[in-house]
């Protein structure tokens, strides 16, 4: 019952009130009627009949069981892109500083950034934008392809449809391509006789009835539980085994002969082992299984498995028989090729004497020779068959460079040379007789050359002159002369020197160096030095 949210209710009222609304209930009174004048079903529940506090509702109602909050005129449209309203001639005050439009500030401002702003150059100032406000509602707000122009669609429209027709051009003039082969093929083969093409037209014919027969068999439906993943479902399937065949168990009754498997309809060993081959039209479930199709599907898997073993690549025959397939093409391709190469490297080497056309000679083909060959007691061959010289498999008496003899052919002072030159360069050329007398003069000359240097450092040997050292015994020429005062003053740029390495930061960015290096900073620079032999040097600095 809908009731006001009044305010504190004695008890006797409050039993007035509960037998009232019985009352209304059982129809024994009239029902409550709401401030509009309409009555209101007893059997409302009270939390859905009686108003909220906040509402301040002095009569009874279900106004706020409706909706009473009226809605706002919510739009449809968009924004205008691009729109411009008025453009000024001169700056306006409170206008942006950079484009000079009056409806944003320069901080908002997209243009891209004068050098010198429309504030001060009066110059190209940006028309103001139509800024407009819409009462969108809760989707409004949240629609992505709002304002969206349904024309532009057109384009891609277009786009696809022009690719498609491209793709079926290009199927037309491949098939085109393919007919014109073949249309050139039959030109050039001859025709066939008039025999064969009354062969082939009852070979067509005797088909054909076949083919009748198969459709009026139907090859009888049948009902079979299909599964699938809503739980399976009732469909038919064709049974496209020939009534006329015999069935693979009746082939041979015999209980110990193949052994058939009602389940998987599956008899592996062949049922009629002694029966003529060329007879049986069937031999058994293994035997499809190891020929045709199946063994190449076989060493297919047995290829990926490897593949995976070995880590090459990770192929999965069931996820990508695809790739699968392409990669044991390509490994097939490869090991012909290599059998291929190999074969032909040995023929190379042996030579192939099945593809050999010359003539056997008469002493192989017939067995016998007219030629006397003399053995001693020891089987030993005396006269008559003279032994070949093995030959080698390097180039023999090759002549370069003019020589007129092999490298190697000599021999002197650890080193192979050529005898007719006697020169201990292999890519040389060959200078003869005159090249010999040359060197054998220049071997002359330089050792007199050798004596004479000997005797003579004889005669001047004598007392040896000690060397005088500068400070840490480095060499000195005997006429140097130190000026003691740039010596003093060398010595003091050397502590400066050292100085300004310590710390960096007093080192100037712009360093100018002098390469140019006197006496005096020479000595001044070895004094200076730590010599790491000295046992004073840790008192030094």
């Avoid at 009354?198 to 459709?215: G, N, T, V, Y």
């Avoid at 469909?235 to 065949?245: H, M, Y």
């Avoid at 007199?448 to 060397?467: L, M, Q, Y």
Wanted: proline share 4%; aromatic share 8%; hydrophobic share 30%.
């Amino acid at each position: 019952m809908a009731t006001a949210s009044v305010g504190f209710k004695s008890r006797e009222e409050h039993r007035k009130q509960q037998e009232l609304e019985e009352a209304r209930k059982a129809g024994l009174a009239p029902a409550e009627m709401d401030e509009d004048g309409k009555e209101i079903n007893p059997h409302i529940p009270q939390y859905m009949s009686s108003a909220p506090w906040y509402l301040n509702a002095d009569k009874p109602s279900l106004k706020h069981q409706r909706k009473w909050k009226v809605d706002p005129n919510y739009t449809k449209s968009w924004y205008d892109r691009g729109a411009k309203t008025f453009q000024a001639d001169k700056y306006r005050k409170g206008a942006c500083e950079n484009c000079g439009a009056m409806t944003h500030k320069t901080k908002l401002c997209t243009e891209r950034p004068r050098k010198i702003g429309a504030k001060w150059t009066n110059k190209n100032i940006a028309p103001d934008e139509n800024i407009e406000t819409f009462d969108l509602d809760y989707d409004g707000k949240r629609d992505r392809w709002n304002g969206y122009d349904t024309a532009k669609y057109a384009e891609v429209i277009k786009r696809y449809e022009a690719r498609d027709e491209a793709r079926r051009n290009f199927l037309k003039e491949q098939q085109l391509k393919k007919l014109e082969k073949k249309r050139n093929k039959k030109v050039d083969e001859e025709e066939s006789s008039d025999a064969d093409e009354e062969e082939e037209e009852d070979a067509l014919k005797h088909d054909e009835a076949k083919a009748d027969e198969s459709k009026q068999m139907d090859f009888s439906k049948v009902e079979k539980r299909v599964r699938t993943t809503g739980g399976g479902s009732t469909g038919t399937v064709r049974n496209l085994r020939i009534r006329e065949d015999t069935a693979k168990y009746l082939l041979n009754l015999d209980v110990n002969s193949a052994c058939y498997d009602p389940k998987t309809r599956s008899m592996r060993e062949d049922p009629l082992p002694n029966a003529d081959p060329n007879e049986k039209f069937y031999a058994g479930d293994n035997q499809y299984r190891m020929s045709r199709e199946a063994l190449e599907f076989k060493n297919l898997n047995i290829h990926a498995l490897q593949l995976s073993e070995k880590g090459q690549e990770e192929v999965i025959m069931q996820a990508a028989p695809s790739q699968a397939e392409l990669l044991f093409k390509k490994y097939k391709e490869a090991k012909e090729k290599l059998k291929k190469q190999i074969q032909e490297t040995i023929m190379e080497k042996y030579g192939n004497a099945a593809a050999s056309v010359e003539e056997i000679p008469k002493e192989l083909l017939f067995g016998q020779s007219e030629r006397e060959v003399e053995y001693d007691r020891c089987g030993r061959v005396i006269k008559g068959m003279e032994l070949s010289v093995p030959k080698s498999k390097y180039e023999e008496d090759v002549y370069i460079n003019n020589h007129t003899s092999v490298w190697g052919s000599w021999w002197k002072d650890q080193q192979w040379g050529y005898k007719c030159c006697q020169q201990t360069i292999k890519n040389s050329y060959c200078t003869g007789v005159a090249g010999i007398e040359a060197a054998e003069e220049a071997a002359d000359l330089m050792r007199t050359n050798i004596e004479r240097h000997a005797a003579a450092s004889n005669d001047r040997s004598g007392p040896v002159e000690e060397k005088r050292f500068v400070t840490w015994g480095s060499d000195t020429p005997e006429d140097l002369v130190l000026d003691r005062e740039k010596l003093a003053e060398a010595l003091k740029k050397e502590d400066e020197r050292k100085k300004e390495e310590k710390d960096e930061r007093k080192r100037k960015y712009n360093v100018q160096w002098n390469d140019q290096i006197t006496p005096e900073e020479m000595e001044a620079y070895r004094m200076k030095r730590i010599h790491e032999d000295d046992p004073m040097k840790n008192l030094l600095h």
